[in-house]
């Protein structure tokens, strides 16, 4: 008797689903997803790209609640407190009596997610939060790395003209352009004239040289690099290089230089000499010349 109560529950419980599952299924709610807009793109690890995503279908008569879904995975997710959840009334919803919802999300990207297209996942339904059947889809977010890093060394310095000399290295592998150099106000470095240096492009893997005239102190210069990236987006990062003033002191160049104007002078004596004493010499030979002819003359 028992057993049979049971399978009589069973069967009246598997009626009630199926009755759902074809309330459901009859109610054709038909909608479709597209993903009309990312920017930036490609988007940039790390930080965040905007995506527009156009739910069409949402005026039919059998839609009554629309749900649509961001679904969070690996490489995407949205900041804490951003509802992933957009709700919508169905059938006669209307927004500048258009037949479609317009919804956009500020995704974070994950610093380590890999260069190219990137499945984002979507759900949604015109049932209502508690529908058993939502229609999944997944879109293409296209990814890469456009960012690239430096390295600054101090080149030279110059106590005489106070010019300041930098290298710097493209360690990153894209190239990029407008390359600007910036001396923010410091105690260590009082820049002379204009604060900024533009570089211009530099390549991955190229270095080039940059200065600024001033009174550097030994210690830390910060620097900032600007650039424009692949993308056509502006950049920066800052720098910090360490100066050494006695690096630069008491180099041979610099006593080359100073003996260089020495030799210069005791060259000039000597040519000087060689040539008084030149002219003496022909003079006195000239004059006992003349002598000798007097005497054989006589």
Not at 14 to 34: R, W
Not at 85 to 97: C, D, E, I, P, Q
Not at 233 to 262: D, H, M
């Amino acid at each position: 008797m028992k057993k049979e109560i049971l399978v009589f529950a069973g069967i009246l419980l598997l009626i009630g689903m199926l009755g759902l599952v074809k309330a459901e299924t009859t109610n054709l709610c038909e909608l479709s997803a597209q993903l009309i807009n990312q920017d930036p793109y490609p988007a940039v690890p790390g930080e965040y790209v905007k995506v527009v995503f156009q739910l069409s279908g949402v005026n039919d008569p059998d839609c009554k609640e629309i749900v649509f879904e961001l679904v969070q995975q690996y490489p995407f997710s949205l900041d804490p407190g951003k509802d992933a959840v957009v709700k919508a009334s169905g059938g006669t919803f209307a927004r500048n009596y258009q037949s479609h919802l317009i919804i956009p999300y500020e995704i974070r990207i994950d610093k380590d997610a890999v260069d190219g297209d990137n499945l984002v996942e979507v759900r949604y339904t015109g049932n209502g939060v508690n529908s058993q059947l939502y229609t999944v889809q997944d879109f293409d977010i296209n990814v890469k790395d456009v960012r690239t890093d430096f390295e600054v060394s101090v080149r030279d310095y110059d106590s005489a003209s106070q010019t300041l000399s930098f290298d710097i290295l493209n360690i990153g592998k894209n190239d990029v352009e407008a390359l600007t150099v910036e001396v923010p106000q410091q105690e260590n470095f009082a820049v002379k004239g204009s604060d900024r240096n533009i570089v211009g492009s530099l390549d991955s893997n190229e270095d080039t040289t940059f200065s600024f005239e001033g009174s550097p102190k030994e210690g830390k210069i910060m620097l900032n690099i600007i650039y424009t990236d692949q993308v056509n987006v502006r950049r920066s990062s800052e720098k910090e290089v360490q100066f050494v003033p006695g690096n630069f002191e008491g180099r041979v160049r610099n006593q080359n230089g100073t003996s260089w104007w020495v030799y210069v002078v005791i060259v000039l004596v000597l040519v000087g000499i060689f040539l008084y004493w030149r002219a003496r010499k022909k003079k006195k030979e000239k004059e006992r010349m003349h002598k000798l002819h007097k005497i054989h003359s006589a």
